[in-house]
């Protein structure tokens, strides 16, 4: 494939199938893809079985194949000697009878093209030469390309053209990467590989091979290479050659480096890394200079300012190695907080660490400072105190699961939120705080507040400010919206994908646009990870499971959940309502009761439940746990009782609730309906995976019987006179214990028969018998 290169294929498109007498010179170094745009060029216009493309032009040794490299002609008999280059050529009246006739047998019927690969440098005679063959090509209907990686003549013909190949863009070459090697390529690597390479994709590749996949993935740091490979060597051969003795020095003495410094301080830097990298050597050889001395000072490995870099970059797996000791035995306050914001923000907590958790030691009480603010000097006293028990509050919930002071919390947060020069990672971590607590508004306005453009963004906090807005789309149920900020930060550092909240956040956004069903249930190795970090996830989890109709395994996981984290991201009232509806999917009816009352202690604040869809699921809770077994009026109240309509997310959830609990008990056509309108809303919201839940459960409750009669349909007064009837009253007894007319029994019985889809009372003692709804058994 060729990436990167639209224009450049229509150009040569254009050539081939034209009928001007020139000569197109596509012109690149080596590894550029000269070769693979030609060939792709001429195959887009049908050229595939009628062009030839000759090979080691300039050797004694030329030969010619068709595109597909399926046929071959030795050209070895045209081949004469120059006597200008003293090298061989080609007798081009001979060459041309020859390659015609050979590809006579082609049978190809699309524009005749004579594509000469690998002339190198373009040089007068080899100018000359090339005009001769175009001549003699045109007068038997060729047209002629050539590629070169140099142009030693000009100005060339009139006859002429030149294309030139540049650098690929970055998303070009990281498509070239991502096809070629097995590892997902981190983008700040991309662009280092695409700077050292100057856009070179052969060069890039090479480059690219001589790393480690931590170093692909950016879990470890890379910055240039040491040494010029063999590729790199062939394509600046011509350019080192051609270089004079000062400017060869002037190169190996340029500053090189990672491409961010050299922009961030504005410092000129070299169109070609690797010459200059290849003059260091060259000059290093002679003794008149060492390539470590052009550098300058090489980059701190083992101090403050790599542990830094590290934690800054998110390299992890460098982290316990190098950055540990570091940040343990150094009281560096901004060191201590980016370590203790790393951790909180992946929910690693290194405890299988011989050196224990990530946490500060020696430090000082400033270190909280750090976590929040680039430059804390400015912020007032008030402020910094709620940050360091912000700090302290969410370290213990790390560890324990517990949040013992939510309303102090929430004070702190509205005290540091509105400061300016906010690290993303701070802000990451109070959107976090702002939703477990209910406040999916403030986390909104949070994020918004501090979206503005900031120079010198470190990876740490573009991957967190993606994790917060994933977070609160998550809270919001908007799944696509999920996937998108998890695909931006995992496109920089694709280990982002094995972290678990983003593993949980990922399940459950799955989940709900495509029904994907969690593969795993809990990761491996859960020594490494917070409590809180556990508890999100097996939330994250159960909710994906429940989307996919699979009740059961939803109940284990979000009971794992609250007990893990009290307190998780989604919030406790959404994470409780999903146990309830879960626990109602899977459990028969008059056995729900004591197993989800509890759910009710402690109660939830009405802080908590101020947010118009948290209200909404706080609602639907409610009816969930209706006493008397009839939801539907608690049902409708809920789908149109809030004053600001709820989001499609949370009516869709109140209408699958509904209709699996009226399915589940016997109201068929009721939660039919409920389901049916669900189906239509999940189409329209992007929110699919819905579908494959609500075929599980009816294809479950077809085979349970749970699809039976229309119990729950009847109402209030029916029942009554049904349970009478089952129990042997007759007409006039149940007229009676009612105060209404005996008339008016039989009425409703009969209403009651057509309702339940039998026809007379033996029918319905027969099916009490066999299938008696919930409260039919209670009385």
């Known amino acids: 494939m060729v990436h990167g290169r639209d224009r450049e294929l229509r150009v040569i498109g254009h050539f081939a199938t034209d009928l001007d007498p020139t000569v197109l010179v596509v012109r690149g170094l080596s590894g550029i893809g000269k070769t693979a745009t030609v060939l792709h060029a001429l195959k887009q216009v049908g050229a595939g079985a009628s062009a030839v493309r000759v090979v080691r032009s300039c050797s004694p040794r030329p030969s010619a194949h068709d595109l597909d490299s399926s046929r071959r002609i030795d050209l070895s008999a045209w081949s004469v000697t120059d006597r200008l280059e003293h090298e061989p050529a080609f007798d081009a009246s001979g060459f041309l009878r020859a390659v015609s006739a050979w590809a006579g047998g082609g049978g190809g019927t699309g524009p005749r093209v004579l594509f000469v690969d690998d002339v190198g440098v373009l040089t007068p005679e080899r100018a000359r030469w090339l005009q001769n063959l175009a001549d003699e090509a045109y007068g038997q209907d060729w047209r002629v390309i050539a590629a070169v990686r140099g142009i030693a003549v000009e100005p060339l013909s009139d006859d002429v053209e030149v294309l030139e190949l540049g650098p690929l863009d970055r998303g070009s070459l990281r498509r070239v990467l991502d096809m070629e090697l097995s590892v997902p390529v981190a983008a700040d690597v991309v662009e280092h590989l695409r700077w050292w390479s100057a856009g070179n994709p052969r060069l890039a590749l090479e480059l690219a091979g001589a790393l480690s996949g931590a170093e692909l993935r950016g879990d470890a740091s890379w910055t240039g290479p040491e040494v010029v490979g063999a590729a790199a060597r062939r394509a600046y051969r011509a350019m080192l050659a051609g270089l ?138 008030e402020a910094r105190a709620a940050g360091a028990r912000v700090a302290a509050t969410l370290l213990r919930l790390e560890d324990s699961g517990d949040l013992p002071d939510p309303a102090g919390l929430r004070a702190d947060l509205g005290l540091i939120g509105p400061t300016p020069g906010q690290d993303w990672v701070g802000v990451d971590l109070q959107v976090r705080a702002l939703l477990m607590l209910g406040d999916v508004v403030g986390a909104r306005s949070l994020i918004a507040d501090h979206s503005g453009a900031t120079p010198g963004r470190t990876v740490a906090e573009i991957v967190a400010r993606d994790l917060a807005a994933a977070r609160v789309a998550a ?305």
């Open 244 to 381: 004079d003795p000062a400017t060869m020095t002037a190169l190996a003495g340029a500053p090189l480096g990672d491409v961010s410094v050299a922009r961030r301080d504005g410092r000129s830097t070299v169109r070609h890394p690797l010459l200059s990298l290849l003059c260091r050597e060259v000059r290093g050889s002679d003794g008149k200079a060492d390539g470590h001395e052009a550098g300058g000072v090489g980059p701190d490995v083992t101090g403050p300012g790599a542990a830094a870099s590290i934690l800054d970059g998110l390299h992890l797996d460098e982290l316990p190695a190098r950055a540990w000791a570091v940040v343990a035995a150094t009281p560096d306050p901004r060191l201590a907080a980016r370590a203790v914001g790393v951790s909180l923000m992946t929910g690693r907590a290194w405890a299988d660490h011989p050196d224990g958790p990530l946490v500060p030691g020696r430090v000082g009480p400033e270190w909280t400072d750090h976590l929040w603010w680039r430059h804390p000097a400015g912020v007032g006293e």
């Open 475 to 779: 809270f919001d149920g908007r799944a696509i919206d999920v996937r998108t900020h998890l695909a931006h930060a995992a496109e920089l550092r694709p280990s982002v994908d094995e972290w678990l909240p983003v593993r949980g956040l990922r399940a459950s956004a799955d989940a709900v646009v495509d029904g994907t069903v969690p593969a795993s249930t809990m990761p491996a190795q859960a020594g490494s990870w917070s409590a809180r970090a556990l508890g999100e996830y097996a939330a994250d989890l159960g909710a994906a499971h429940l989307v996919v109709g699979q009740a059961e395994l939803a109940v284990a996981l979000l009971t794992i959940a609250l007990e893990h984290c009290a307190w998780p991201y989604r919030g406790r009232v959404q994470v409780r309502c999903d146990l309830v509806e879960a626990v109602m999917a899977s459990t028969p009816p008059g056995q729900v009761g004591p197993r989800v009352q509890r759910l009710l202690d402690p109660p939830v604040a009405p802080d908590e439940r101020s947010a118009v869809d948290v209200a909404a699921a706080y609602s639907r809770l409610c009816a969930l746990l209706a006493a008397d077994g009839t939801p539907s009026a608690t049902f409708e109240a809920a789908l149109h009782a809030p004053p600001t309509p709820m989001s499609p997310w949370q009516r869709v959830r109140m209408l699958v609730a509904y209709g699996r609990y009226a399915v589940t008990r016997g109201a068929r056509s009721t939660g039919t309906e409920m389901l049916d309108e669900a189906r239509t809303l999940v189409r329209l919201a992007g929110m699919a995976g819905w579908l494959r839940g609500i075929d599980v459960f009816l294809a479950e409750a077809e085979t349970s019987g749970g699809a039976g009669p229309e119990w729950e349909v009847l109402a209030r007064p029916e029942r009554e006179m049904v349970r009478l009837a089952v129990h042997g009253a007759t007409n006039s007894q149940i007229a009676q214990a009612t105060f209404v007319s005996e008339r008016t029994v039989v009425n409703r019985l009969r209403r009651a028969y057509a309702t339940l889809g039998i026809r007379d009372r033996r029918d319905l003692v027969r099916l009490a018998e066999t299938r008696p709804p919930a409260w039919l058994v209670g009385g």
